[in-house]
């Protein structure tokens, strides 16, 4: 029984040792080709691999095309279990939480810091767990991309695809300077140019090995980052203790003194637009599943790792370092997002006397923003071939090569990433702010798209008279989880729009405001462009309307349905510690 619930019948795993595959009546055939060579098979690899769409009624809907066409996309699924499970355990942090949080902590105070962390941690967990509902039963190109198309409408798919893709065209040269400046931190003699182009190559050189060299790079940063965080954690617990080599034990004296609050309301509003973006990047685990071994398998459990990192690596974090730096520490004001100077990681450790740590701790905050510039190649360029293929983009940026590699996708992204070398500029910072300003509020509207495109589905299910029961894997957090994720992603609009109108100790300025805020009018501007070009002016598709059987893997439904039954039985028939575990993990 056990080998059934392992090998699913209904389910098309493809090796990710074998070349590409093509699509055709619900089975994937294996393309053939004689080797000649490494250097002709090499070049023969970047040659593009078209989709057969024949067989495909020529009267069906443009969304129900573009539905079928995203499961065809030949993308290389080489990502294994490992991979997904670092990149949903530590894929996402970054300078939010090693550097933002110092922000987060002097604007809002260790209580605010907690209270927005919390929250939004629930919401990043319920909308995970959404996300992972979506992508295994729909594991297409795209994932979340393509599902605000198929569950929304087409002005809002498109407008979020392009939100989207805006947002990591924009990181990626953000995130390649920060790396460069990290470098200060030991030598600020050399030009920030020079380590740039280092960077540069590196990510260059990961994505040319496609998926696989993302999820192997994803892979061993991951790795070093949660051997950092946990490193800290034990040596927090220490130092608060009285531990250290200062001795002395604090406890709660920084939450008395100062106090567990910094300008009050206004300060846990700012603290939320921090933590938000602290959490970016956490649903690539599902723009991932179209790529991976078996989805059905390795996302469901993927899904699940983000509670303890919600818990282990942001809660627990945090709680020390509000424990061990006060929030009026002078060197909380950074001048940079990736200033290691000015992470409350980094003067914690100084604090306590302790040398040749904060120089460990920076080597992190570098892996980590070269990680978030890795993920943003990967971000971008699957979103814009997502684009082609729901023919919202040109049709030239829909090309997968036979290797399973978005090649135009990459090279647009890399392309813009040559904006990093604005870092030689004495304007730099003024050019910086305003490219984050473009995307800074895309994220919240991704995570609320993505727990409306839920509870869609399952409004659609429901109007066909049909249930969960032929759903993959489903929610942990069901609806209400998918409500409370849209109406948290409202509130931490409001949030925003309050401290862009308003800042956190300083006077209303238009430039503070759209820094802050320019997201909305993009937002705007796309919408207009859309119905400008396609003239489809459907706002809302009807549940009714609502495709949800293309794309998915399951052929058999009712076979699906009965596998389903079969693994909670066997589920069922274990320890409570075993339940437990499933459970969690």
């Not at 105070?109 to 039963?137: D, F, K, R, S």
Request: with cysteine; proline share 4%; hydrophobic share 45%.
């Amino acid at each position: 029984m056990s080998k059934d619930i392992k090998d699913t019948k209904s389910e098309e795993v493809i090796s990710s040792e074998s070349p590409l595959h093509d699509y055709q009546d619900g089975s994937f055939t294996e393309e053939k080709h004689e080797s000649k060579g490494f250097l002709k098979d090499f070049a023969h690899s970047f040659t593009e691999y078209k989709i057969d769409m024949s067989d495909v009624d020529p009267n069906i809907s443009s969304i129900e095309r573009a539905n079928i066409r995203a499961s065809r996309v030949p993308l290389k699924k080489s990502l294994k279990n490992r991979h997904l499970q670092m990149i949903a355990i530590g894929g996402s942090i970054g300078t939010g939480l090693f550097v933002g949080s110092g922000g987060a902590l002097r604007t809002g105070g260790p209580a605010a810091v907690l209270i927005g962390w919390i929250l939004t941690g629930i919401m990043m967990y319920c909308t995970v767990q959404a996300l992972g509902e979506l992508a295994v039963t729909f594991p297409v190109a795209g994932s979340f991309v393509q599902y605000n198309t198929r569950f929304i409408s087409p002005v809002w798919g498109f407008c979020m695809a392009y939100n989207y893709a805006m947002q990591w065209i924009v990181v990626l040269p953000l995130e390649l300077v920060a790396a460069a400046i990290t470098i200060r931190y030991w030598n600020d003699t050399i030009n920030s140019a020079a380590w740039v182009v280092i960077f540069y190559v590196v990510i260059f050189i990961i994505n040319i090995f496609g998926v696989k060299g993302y999820g192997e790079a994803e892979f061993v940063f991951s790795i070093i980052k949660v051997t950092a965080i946990l490193g800290f954690i034990i040596l927090g617990i220490v130092l608060v203790c009285g531990g250290g080599p200062h001795g002395g034990y604090l406890g709660g004296t920084y939450w008395q003194e100062p106090g567990a609050f910094s300008h009050g309301f206004h300060g846990v509003c700012s603290v939320f637009v921090t933590s938000a973006f602290s959490f970016a990047g956490t649903e690539l685990c599902g723009l991932a599943a179209a790529e991976t071994e078996n989805p059905r398998k390795s996302l469901p459990s993927a899904t699940k790792q983000v509670f303890w990192r919600i818990t282990l690596f942001y809660i627990i974090c945090l709680t020390l370092v509000g424990l061990l730096v006060p929030y009026n520490d002078p060197r909380l004001i950074g001048s940079s997002s990736a200033d290691a100077a000015a992470s409350p990681f980094v003067i914690a450790i100084v604090n306590a006397g302790i040398s040749g740590l904060p120089s460990v701790m920076n080597v992190v905050i570098m892996i980590a923003v070269v990680s978030v510039g890795n993920s943003a190649v990967f971000g971008c360029s699957r979103t814009i071939a997502s684009l082609a293929d729901m023919e919202m983009a040109p049709k030239i940026c829909g090309y997968i090569d036979r290797e399973g590699r978005p090649l135009v996708g990459v090279g647009i992204t890399l392309t813009f990433g040559l904006l990093c070398f604005l870092a030689a500029s004495s304007k730099q910072a003024d050019v910086f702010n305003w490219m984050l300003a473009l995307s800074g509020l895309s994220s919240v509207f991704t995570w609320g798209s993505i727990c409306f495109c839920q509870i869609r589905f399952r409004r659609a299910l429901a109007v066909r008279g049909r249930g969960v029961d032929e759903v993959p894997y489903t929610t942990q957090c069901g609806i209400l989880g998918s409500w409370f994720g849209v109406i948290l992603n409202i509130l931490i609009l409001i949030a925003t729009f309050y401290t862009a109108l308003f800042p956190v100790g300083g006077s209303p300025s238009a430039s503070a405001f759209f820094q802050s805020y320019l997201t909305v009018p993009v937002l705007i501007f796309f919408i207009a462009i859309f119905l400008a070009w396609k003239r489809d002016f459907t706002i809302f598709i009807r549940a009714k309307d609502i495709d949800i059987d293309g794309g998915r893997r399951a052929v058999d439904i009712e076979l699906l349905k009965q596998e389903i039954a079969e693994e909670k039985a066997y589920i069922a028939t274990k320890p409570y510690y075993v339940r437990v575990y499933k459970f969690w993990c």
